[in-house]
């Protein structure tokens, strides 16, 4: 698989992406507003629409498109530049984003870096593909639950519980037992945030790939 080849890839995955950000969850969020839900409850579901249908999807084609890193992270790194940029210019896209934190930032980060080091230390991909997994579906499904249910930002058990009924089988299914105790980590950890600076999209992500690393013996 050369480079052009994984090149139009990335393109096309970069172009997912901005279909999932503007047409989808742009035109979703009006037609949230229309139907009564609250600016904040609305921006919320979005939020985790695209960390289901950007980060979570292009993270599980990572390893049958691409043999290095290389244009991962730098699809990574753009998509951290252009939700960043926003914030600098206090120009924000405002069906998915928040004056109050760039989370967003983080989980395009905390993706690139996951990713990398994991094919970078093991040559395998789904030591990190696992970890942002757990961050886009797991934390996702946990977004919708607590939005369903209450009407502000909020890190109620409920979606914590939520979180490990995906989180535990995908792990244990994908990595087997040590994938499991990591999805079990991520679901407990995604409760806690030191706000402003580490988020749910830094110690997600983090903790479970850590658990992999520490708990799989040297070859």
Known sequence: MDLLYE????????????IVVYPITKNLYKYMRRKGLSHIKAVYYNRK???ILAGGLVAL????LFETPLLPAILAAVLAIATYMPHRRNKLMDWFQTEDNMYEVHFCIM???VITFAWLIFHNWWYGVIPIVFMAFGDGVTGIVRNMLYNRRTKAWIGN????LVTIP??????????GVAGLLASIIEHFEIKPLIDDNITVPL?????????IPPC
Do not use: C, D, E, R
């Open 7 to 18: 090149s139009i890839w990335a393109t096309l995955l970069f172009i997912w992406v901005m």
């Open 49 to 51: 629409i695209i960390h």
């Open 61 to 64: 084609s990572v390893p049958y």
């Open 111 to 113: 993706w690139g870096v």
């Open 161 to 164: 519980l939520a979180m490990a």
């Open 170 to 179: 995908i792990g244990y299914l994908v990595l087997g037992p040590l994938g």
């Open 207 to 215: 903790a479970s790939f850590l658990v992999l690393l520490i708990g």
